[in-house]
């Protein structure tokens, strides 16, 4: 398990992550800022950096691209004041483990460092095809981990959408993600999903495409999604037959929560749309 | 230059349609329904078969079949009384050359037509990626009859939108699709594009890829849409400096026709989105 250092020992937010990472038994250390970082940098080896939340991206990634002169390998979690989707990309291009910017949770970006000092296989895990604000294409290697990561990308990119709508799309693209890593390509690291997230005037639009064979919506009798009207929990019968773990909510939980949810004939490609103005789409456009 | 047969001699449309192939120099023969043209074919050789504006595309698909158990190579223009996105996707995987339903346009019709008769290659180049109603996903050879040939399946497939709805969409359409294959290819057959088209209860969402490099929008001079606010004309003096033909409005049309376009960073993906007052969800 490799060393964390958190840069900013002064604030309340790194304390609470020091805490938690203590908890889950992470060895750490605190830097008071960026000089004091390349400087323990440079004097013991650290496998992760969590930068302090009220720096800007920017800073952020000058600061990383320093210490990786002196650790190649070091992975990188972006915390900021704010970001915009121009700094995002950047954070993705420069192989930023994760980027999280206020509400912060410690107790989240904790999980996220004890996934970044205990992985070693992620560098190459989240390719950017393209990537312009409105419109970010990337290739994703089938990993729990590299959802996880990704998530924390899109979330950003989408702040500025208004919190419940941005909360009811990225619960459904996970959902979504998750899936087609699992039933795609059965969580298998050497093989990748795309994922395109398109921001318009009045929609954001994400699409996703396993490597899988699809499915049948009709086989689907182990998810809820699948039920019969009169019957809203026969999936769970299946399920215990099955083996399977409790669950098999999230397509019905995907489909809840964007306005439209549509799959390829064979299924193993999805588009999400929600639209911005509360669903009156064909009404003139509000500003972005 | 290959015969063309055209089913069904009692209708105006096809007097029409016969009319405008004469005017091709394109030798065609009429005849009245499936039997005939059963019988004419096995007879002699035609590259095309138009046929009759009042039949079902499932009844035209059934005698495609027919007809090419006696001639494998033939084209078949399918012309129906109307469509479901279930026939259309039929008819695409069928490799039918052209689908068109009312309002027909003999005109249209009849230029597709020589393009069929005119055309050696064609059967492969739309290639079914993805095919259910509200969803098609195809692979489209670079070369402008596949673009014409797509276009009459998408307008099929957008049949249930108001009739203005639908005109805009697919001139849209019709400008990226061009503008893909000459601008992403340079019309090479060799090379494909791929195109989305997703209805939903809500909006028509159309993506196309083409292969090539992109193009970076400041260097858009020669199309109408890269011009400067205080000089809408200022394409028109590019495109006469760079030897270019007259035009490079597409782009401008595009944008002005639906509600939302946008191109990934290179330039070589663009999304399309039309959106749909609110409508049944049965989807074209």
Not at chain 1, 129 to 145: D, Y
Not at chain 2, 248 to 262: F, K, P, Q
């Amino acid at each position: 398990m490799s060393r964390i250092l958190i840069i900013g020992d002064h604030c309340n937010l790194s304390s609470e992550i020091g805490t938690a990472l203590n908890a889950l038994e992470l060895p750490l250390e605190y830097a008071a800022g960026h000089a004091d970082a390349l400087k323990r940098l440079r004097m013991r080896s650290f496998g992760v950096v969590v930068t302090n939340c009220d720096s800007a991206v920017e800073e952020d990634l000058a600061l990383l691209a320093e210490m990786r002169e002196v650790r190649p390998g070091l992975k990188c979690i972006v915390l900021a004041r704010q970001s915009t989707p121009d700094e995002v990309i950047k954070a993705l291009r420069a192989r930023v483990f994760a980027c999280f910017s206020p509400p912060f949770d410690a107790e989240e970006i904790a999980h996220m460092a004890h996934y970044a000092a205990s992985d070693s296989a992620w560098r190459d895990d989240i390719q950017v095809l393209s990537a312009k604000p409105g419109w970010v294409s990337v290739r994703v290697n089938c990993r729990l981990i590299t959802a996880e990561r990704l998530m924390t990308f899109a979330k950003e990119l989408s702040m500025r959408l208004p919190e419940n709508t941005r909360q009811e799309m990225m619960q459904a693209l996970r959902e979504i993600l998750l899936n087609a890593m699992e039933h795609g390509a059965a969580f298998n690291p050497e093989q990748v999903v795309e994922v395109t997230a398109i921001r318009t005037a009045r929609s954001f639009v994400f699409y996703v495409h396993d490597p899988g064979a699809g499915f049948r919506r009709e086989l689907l009798t182990h998810a809820a999604v699948a039920n019969p009207d009169d019957d809203p929990t026969a999936h769970l019968t299946l399920r215990e037959e099955a083996g399977l773990r409790p669950g098999g909510y999230g397509l019905l939980l995907a489909q809840g929560t964007v306005d439209e949810l549509i799959y390829s004939e064979i299924g193993n490609e999805v588009l999400l749309i929600k639209y911005l103005d509360g669903g009156n789409s064909a009404e003139p456009a509000h500003t972005t | 230059m290959s015969r063309i047969l055209v089913i069904g001699d009692h209708c105006h449309l096809n007097e029409a349609i016969a009319a405008a192939l004469t005017a091709f120099n394109l030798p065609l023969e009429c005849c009245p329904e499936h039997a005939d043209a059963l019988a004419r074919l096995r007879m002699q050789s035609f590259a095309a078969v138009i046929t009759s504006c009042d039949s079902e595309v499932e009844a035209d698909l059934a005698l495609l079949a027919e007809m090419r158990g006696v001639q494998p190579e033939l084209k078949c223009i399918v012309l129906a009384r109307s469509s479901t996105p279930d026939d259309v996707i039929a008819a695409l995987r069928a490799h039918v050359f052209a689908c068109y339903t009312p309002p027909f346009s003999a005109g249209e019709i009849a230029r597709v037509a020589f393009y069929a008769a005119t055309d050696g290659e064609g059967k492969d180049d739309i290639q079914i990626l993805s095919a259910k109603p509200g969803w098609l996903s195809v692979r489209v050879n670079c070369r402008m009859v596949t673009a014409e040939r797509l276009m009459t399946f998408e307008r099929e497939l957008s049949a249930l939108l108001p009739e203005h709805r639908r005109r805009e969409m697919m001139q849209a359409l019709r400008e990226i699709i061009m503008n893909s294959m000459e601008h992403g290819a340079g019309f090479n057959p060799d090379q494909t594009i791929e195109v989305i088209a997703i209805c939903t209860a809500r909006s028509l969402v159309f993506y196309v890829r083409d292969p090539g490099s992109g193009f970076d929008r400041e260097h858009l001079k020669h199309a109408a849409i890269g011009n400067p606010p205080d000089n809408p004309a200022a394409h028109i003096l590019e495109r006469e400096k760079a030897g270019m033909r007259p035009g490079g409005y597409g782009l401008l049309v595009a944008s002005g026709t639906v509600d939302e376009l946008i191109f990934n960073e290179i330039g070589n993906e663009v999304l399309l989105i039309k959106y749909l007052p609110a409508m049944a969800a049965d989807g074209a």
